[in-house]
Protein backbone atom coordinates (compact mmCIF):
# COMPACT_ATOMS: atom_id res chain seq x y z
CA UNK A 1 0.00 0.00 0.00
CA UNK A 2 2.40 2.89 0.90
CA UNK A 3 4.34 2.12 -2.96
CA UNK A 4 1.06 2.54 -4.09
CA UNK A 5 0.67 6.01 -2.24
CA UNK A 6 3.61 6.73 -3.13
CA UNK A 7 2.90 6.29 -6.51
CA UNK A 8 -0.24 8.46 -6.43
CA UNK A 9 1.33 11.59 -4.62
CA UNK A 10 3.60 11.53 -7.33
CA UNK A 11 1.22 11.89 -9.97
CA UNK A 12 -0.69 14.53 -7.84
CA UNK A 13 2.55 16.41 -7.78
CA UNK A 14 2.86 16.63 -11.53
CA UNK A 15 -1.05 17.24 -11.70
CA UNK A 16 -0.91 20.24 -9.19
CA UNK A 17 2.16 21.70 -11.64
CA UNK A 18 0.20 21.49 -14.61
CA UNK A 19 -3.08 22.68 -13.64
CA UNK A 20 -2.67 26.15 -14.70
CA UNK A 21 -1.97 25.37 -17.57
CA UNK A 22 -5.33 23.45 -18.25
CA UNK A 23 -6.93 26.77 -17.19
CA UNK A 24 -5.22 28.75 -19.38
CA UNK A 25 -5.44 26.65 -22.32
CA UNK A 26 -9.36 26.28 -21.49
CA UNK A 27 -9.68 30.13 -21.36
CA UNK A 28 -7.88 30.40 -25.03
CA UNK A 29 -10.26 27.20 -26.66
CA UNK A 30 -9.40 24.07 -27.10
CA UNK A 31 -8.37 23.78 -30.87
CA UNK A 32 -6.10 20.75 -33.08
CA UNK A 33 -2.77 22.04 -33.80
CA UNK A 34 -2.37 24.47 -36.99
CA UNK A 35 -2.74 22.35 -40.43
CA UNK A 36 1.26 23.42 -41.63
CA UNK A 37 3.04 22.16 -38.64
CA UNK A 38 4.80 19.12 -38.79
CA UNK A 39 6.57 19.21 -35.49
CA UNK A 40 8.43 20.51 -33.40
CA UNK A 41 11.95 20.69 -32.00
CA UNK A 42 13.08 21.52 -27.73
CA UNK A 43 15.32 21.88 -25.38
CA UNK A 44 15.09 22.16 -21.80
CA UNK A 45 16.59 22.60 -18.30
CA UNK A 46 15.33 19.90 -15.63
CA UNK A 47 15.44 19.87 -11.70
CA UNK A 48 15.02 16.48 -10.66
CA UNK A 49 13.21 15.83 -7.18
CA UNK A 50 14.64 12.44 -6.07
CA UNK A 51 11.39 10.07 -4.45
CA UNK A 52 10.87 6.91 -2.54
CA UNK A 53 14.48 4.70 -1.44
CA UNK A 54 16.40 6.89 -3.87
CA UNK A 55 15.35 10.43 -1.64
CA UNK A 56 17.52 8.88 0.93
CA UNK A 57 20.60 9.34 -1.67
CA UNK A 58 20.53 12.26 -3.00
CA UNK A 59 18.64 15.79 -3.32
CA UNK A 60 17.25 18.09 -5.72
CA UNK A 61 19.32 17.48 -9.18
CA UNK A 62 20.16 19.51 -11.93
CA UNK A 63 20.01 18.29 -15.19
CA UNK A 64 19.10 19.44 -19.06
CA UNK A 65 17.29 17.66 -22.20
CA UNK A 66 16.25 17.34 -25.34
CA UNK A 67 12.89 16.40 -27.38
CA UNK A 68 11.54 15.73 -30.69
CA UNK A 69 8.33 15.84 -31.89
CA UNK A 70 6.63 14.12 -34.80
CA UNK A 71 2.97 15.07 -35.89
CA UNK A 72 1.21 12.33 -37.21
CA UNK A 73 -0.82 14.08 -40.02
CA UNK A 74 -1.43 17.55 -41.00
CA UNK A 75 -3.40 19.24 -37.76
CA UNK A 76 -3.48 16.06 -35.57
CA UNK A 77 -3.18 16.80 -31.96
CA UNK A 78 -1.86 13.11 -31.92
CA UNK A 79 2.62 12.90 -32.10
CA UNK A 80 5.11 10.41 -31.38
CA UNK A 81 7.78 12.08 -28.86
CA UNK A 82 11.43 11.40 -28.84
CA UNK A 83 13.10 12.37 -25.79
CA UNK A 84 16.78 12.13 -24.31
CA UNK A 85 17.43 14.30 -20.16
CA UNK A 86 20.32 13.75 -18.33
CA UNK A 87 20.70 15.21 -14.64
CA UNK A 88 23.94 14.69 -12.15
CA UNK A 89 22.70 13.61 -8.69
CA UNK A 90 25.60 13.91 -6.65
CA UNK A 91 29.16 15.51 -7.42
CA UNK A 92 31.73 15.76 -4.66
CA UNK A 93 35.34 16.16 -3.36
CA UNK A 94 36.88 14.07 -0.55
CA UNK A 95 40.26 13.35 1.18
CA UNK A 96 41.28 9.64 1.05
CA UNK A 97 43.79 8.27 3.05
CA UNK A 98 46.27 5.55 1.24
CA UNK A 99 49.52 3.68 2.00
CA UNK A 100 51.65 6.65 0.24
CA UNK A 101 49.88 10.02 0.12
CA UNK A 102 46.58 10.94 0.26
CA UNK A 103 44.49 11.54 -2.37
CA UNK A 104 41.91 13.87 -3.29
CA UNK A 105 38.86 12.44 -4.86
CA UNK A 106 36.36 14.11 -7.41
CA UNK A 107 33.20 11.99 -8.25
CA UNK A 108 30.59 12.73 -10.77
CA UNK A 109 27.30 10.60 -10.12
CA UNK A 110 24.97 11.04 -13.61
CA UNK A 111 22.49 9.24 -15.89
CA UNK A 112 20.57 9.54 -18.77
CA UNK A 113 17.17 8.85 -20.38
CA UNK A 114 16.43 7.74 -23.52
CA UNK A 115 12.36 7.25 -24.38
CA UNK A 116 9.80 7.27 -27.02
CA UNK A 117 6.11 7.31 -26.94
CA UNK A 118 2.73 9.19 -27.63
CA UNK A 119 2.04 12.81 -27.01
CA UNK A 120 -1.35 14.74 -27.28
CA UNK A 121 -0.95 18.59 -27.91
CA UNK A 122 -5.21 20.73 -27.28
CA UNK A 123 -4.80 23.88 -28.65
CA UNK A 124 -2.90 25.51 -31.86
CA UNK A 125 -2.97 29.25 -30.44
CA UNK A 126 -0.90 31.09 -28.74
CA UNK A 127 -1.40 29.11 -25.89
CA UNK A 128 -1.33 25.04 -26.04
CA UNK A 129 -1.24 22.37 -23.46
CA UNK A 130 -0.08 19.04 -23.98
CA UNK A 131 0.55 15.38 -22.27
CA UNK A 132 2.69 12.98 -22.98
CA UNK A 133 3.68 9.24 -22.10
CA UNK A 134 7.16 7.44 -22.76
CA UNK A 135 9.02 4.14 -22.54
CA UNK A 136 12.90 3.44 -23.09
CA UNK A 137 16.15 2.94 -20.89
CA UNK A 138 18.03 4.66 -18.40
CA UNK A 139 21.93 4.64 -18.40
CA UNK A 140 23.77 4.94 -14.78
CA UNK A 141 27.18 5.66 -14.37
CA UNK A 142 29.85 7.45 -11.94
CA UNK A 143 32.73 8.78 -13.12
CA UNK A 144 35.92 10.00 -11.29
CA UNK A 145 39.47 12.00 -11.04
CA UNK A 146 41.81 11.88 -8.34
CA UNK A 147 45.00 14.04 -7.47
CA UNK A 148 47.57 12.74 -5.11
CA UNK A 149 48.21 15.36 -2.51
CA UNK A 150 51.83 14.24 -1.51
CA UNK A 151 53.52 14.84 -5.03
CA UNK A 152 51.02 17.71 -6.13
CA UNK A 153 50.69 16.03 -9.68
CA UNK A 154 48.07 17.46 -12.04
CA UNK A 155 44.76 15.59 -11.40
CA UNK A 156 44.34 12.34 -13.36
CA UNK A 157 41.21 10.90 -14.75
CA UNK A 158 40.26 7.46 -13.74
CA UNK A 159 37.64 7.38 -16.16
CA UNK A 160 34.28 5.78 -15.46
CA UNK A 161 33.94 3.62 -12.31
CA UNK A 162 30.75 1.79 -12.88
CA UNK A 163 27.69 1.90 -14.74
CA UNK A 164 24.27 -0.45 -15.57
CA UNK A 165 21.43 0.08 -17.56
CA UNK A 166 17.39 0.10 -16.15
CA UNK A 167 13.96 0.34 -18.04
CA UNK A 168 12.42 3.38 -17.58
CA UNK A 169 9.06 4.90 -18.02
CA UNK A 170 7.99 8.46 -18.07
CA UNK A 171 4.12 10.05 -17.91
CA UNK A 172 3.71 14.34 -17.45
CA UNK A 173 3.08 17.28 -19.44
CA UNK A 174 3.16 21.23 -19.91
CA UNK A 175 1.91 24.17 -21.64
CA UNK A 176 3.71 25.97 -24.45
CA UNK A 177 3.37 29.94 -24.59
CA UNK A 178 4.09 31.77 -28.12
CA UNK A 179 7.05 34.12 -28.09
CA UNK A 180 6.41 36.70 -30.20
CA UNK A 181 4.51 37.37 -33.46
CA UNK A 182 1.41 35.03 -34.23
CA UNK A 183 3.44 33.64 -36.66
CA UNK A 184 6.24 32.82 -34.46
CA UNK A 185 7.91 29.67 -34.21
CA UNK A 186 8.99 29.96 -30.84
CA UNK A 187 7.23 28.49 -27.79
CA UNK A 188 8.17 28.74 -24.08
CA UNK A 189 7.44 25.36 -22.57
CA UNK A 190 6.94 24.65 -18.85
CA UNK A 191 5.85 21.35 -17.09
CA UNK A 192 6.54 18.85 -15.19
CA UNK A 193 7.21 14.83 -15.33
CA UNK A 194 7.04 11.77 -13.51
CA UNK A 195 9.85 9.21 -14.16
CA UNK A 196 10.45 5.53 -12.93
CA UNK A 197 13.34 3.51 -13.14
CA UNK A 198 13.48 -0.01 -13.11
CA UNK A 199 15.97 -1.71 -10.39
CA UNK A 200 19.32 -1.11 -11.48
CA UNK A 201 23.02 -1.17 -9.61
CA UNK A 202 23.84 2.77 -9.04
CA UNK A 203 26.42 4.52 -6.50
CA UNK A 204 25.69 6.23 -4.09
CA UNK A 205 27.12 9.98 -3.53
CA UNK A 206 29.86 10.11 -1.11
CA UNK A 207 30.73 6.65 -1.02
CA UNK A 208 33.75 6.56 -1.94
CA UNK A 209 36.57 4.79 0.68
CA UNK A 210 40.17 4.06 0.28
CA UNK A 211 41.25 0.78 -0.64
CA UNK A 212 44.46 -1.42 -0.63
CA UNK A 213 47.53 0.21 -1.92
CA UNK A 214 45.87 3.37 -2.81
CA UNK A 215 43.30 2.34 -4.93
CA UNK A 216 40.03 3.50 -4.68
CA UNK A 217 36.23 1.56 -3.94
CA UNK A 218 33.06 2.74 -4.62
CA UNK A 219 29.88 1.40 -2.93
CA UNK A 220 26.63 0.32 -4.90
CA UNK A 221 23.14 0.02 -4.33
CA UNK A 222 20.75 -2.07 -5.70
CA UNK A 223 17.09 -0.52 -6.32
CA UNK A 224 14.20 1.23 -8.29
CA UNK A 225 14.71 5.11 -8.42
CA UNK A 226 11.89 7.77 -9.08
CA UNK A 227 12.03 11.38 -9.45
CA UNK A 228 9.13 14.51 -10.02
CA UNK A 229 10.96 16.59 -13.10
CA UNK A 230 10.25 19.91 -13.54
CA UNK A 231 11.43 21.29 -16.63
CA UNK A 232 11.42 24.69 -18.60
CA UNK A 233 12.77 25.42 -22.03
CA UNK A 234 12.13 26.37 -25.52
CA UNK A 235 10.56 24.51 -27.94
CA UNK A 236 10.50 25.47 -32.04
CA UNK A 237 7.58 24.70 -34.36
CA UNK A 238 8.77 23.03 -37.65
CA UNK A 239 6.16 23.65 -40.46
Avoid at 53 to 60: C, G, W
Avoid at 89 to 115: A, F, I, Q, V
Avoid at 138 to 151: E, L, M, P, R, V
Avoid at 158 to 180: C, E, I, K, P, Q
Amino acid sequence: MSVRRSVIHRFQVVALVCAPAVAMAQHGGLRPVEDDEAGAIGVAFNGAMPSGAFQQSTNFSPGGGLAAIIDLGAGSPLAIRLDASGIIYGNGYETLPSSYYPLSLHTTNGMGTLGLGPQLTIGGGPIRLYGFATFGTTWFATWSSYQDNGCRCAPSTAGTNFTDWAASYRAGGGLLVRMGSRRSSTMLDLGASYLHNNPAWYVVPGSAASGPNGTVTLSTVHSATEFVVLHAGVSIILR
